[in-house]
């Protein structure tokens, strides 16, 4: 059996990895599950908690967040185009998405300046109907990189202690 997808989603206010999430997906499009249906929300939960722990305080946000994630697979595949799987690449041979190297915002602190989002090369960042600043793909964030933060006078961004980064590089070095 070939080894499950890796995906990584914000669920609720922070990104997990998930496993098995593409084939998943695939399996409710081909069992002609589709975005409206009332059940969906159970399937999809259901399904992900194959592969994956998920704590009954999350439940809703993980519906929430699959619920998107599905509704953007059927949508492309309707229209006849390929659901595309994100490739972040890798930093000191590590997968990206292992790395957790990325901004948080502390929602009530963010007055919405939008600071970050000038200063962000790589469109982590987005702003939301409500005004706020959320981080939309955090492992596009430039491991390491830590721009957005010094703009933000609210300092409502945090990012992880660099330290953290020399596990990783130990780890590629024992190798």
């Given amino acids: 059996m070939p080894p499950l997808s890796y995906s990584t989603l914000y669920i609720g206010a922070a990104p997990a990895g998930l496993l098995g999430l593409d084939e998943l997906l695939r399996e409710l499009f081909d069992a002609g599950a589709a975005p409206l249906d009332t059940d969906l929300n159970d399937k999809l939960v259901l399904g992900i908690k194959r592969n994956n722990f998920v704590p009954k305080s999350?439940?809703?946000?993980?519906?929430?967040?699959?619920?998107?994630?599905?509704?953007?697979?059927?949508?492309a595949l309707k229209l006849g185009t390929t659901p595309q799987i994100r490739n972040y690449g890798t930093w000191e041979g590590h997968p990206r998405e292992h790395i957790p190297w990325f901004p948080t915002i502390a929602e009530e602190l963010c007055n919405g300046c939008a600071a970050c989002i000038e200063v962000c090369p790589k469109d982590v960042f987005k702003k939301t109907t409500?005004?706020?600043?959320?981080?939309?793909?955090?492992?596009?964030?430039?491991?390491?990189?830590?721009?957005?933060?010094?703009?933000?006078?609210?300092?409502?961004?945090?990012?992880?202690?660099?330290?953290?980064?020399?596990?990783?590089?130990?780890?590629?070095?024992?190798?």
């Fill in 58 to 75: 999350a439940y809703k946000d993980y519906a929430v967040a699959l619920r998107l994630e599905f509704t953007a697979y059927y949508d």
């Fill in 130 to 175: 409500d005004g706020k600043v959320i981080v939309v793909d955090p492992f596009d964030c430039i491991v390491g990189c830590c721009f957005c933060k010094s703009p933000c006078l609210p300092n409502a961004i945090m990012m992880p202690n660099r330290e953290m980064l020399d596990s990783y590089r130990h780890q590629q070095g024992m190798r």
